[in-house]
């Protein structure tokens, strides 16, 4: 069975994004916020080309690995002042 075009840009974005978490914090912020807008681009080509199935994988993968930036913007989202760490 071979594997599909989504597939394989998926598993491209999750190199990069470890590569990038080993980054020092500071240089993190422009590659992150690039992976960040370009994941639910990626999980909706999956979901459409390949099944609801491999969306789910794909979407519980991109929360897992940017689940502090996501409840940052959840909690300015609700009007709160989250703490950034230094």
Not at 9 to 28: E, G, K, N, S
Not at 36 to 57: E, K, N, R, T
Not at 66 to 72: C, D, G, H, V
Request: glycine content about 6%; hydrophobic content about 60%.
């Amino acid at each position: 069975m071979p594997v599909s075009l989504p597939i394989l840009l998926i598993c491209l974005w999750v190199v990069i994004a470890t590569a990038v978490a080993f980054m020092p914090m500071r240089w993190q912020y422009p590659p992150g916020i690039m992976l960040l807008i370009a994941a639910p681009i990626l999980i909706g080509w999956v979901w459409i080309a390949d099944g609801w199935l491999w969306g789910l994988a794909a979407m519980a993968g991109f929360v897992s690995m940017f689940r502090n930036p996501l409840i940052y913007f959840w909690k300015r989202f609700r009007g709160e002042q989250p703490r950034v760490p230094k």
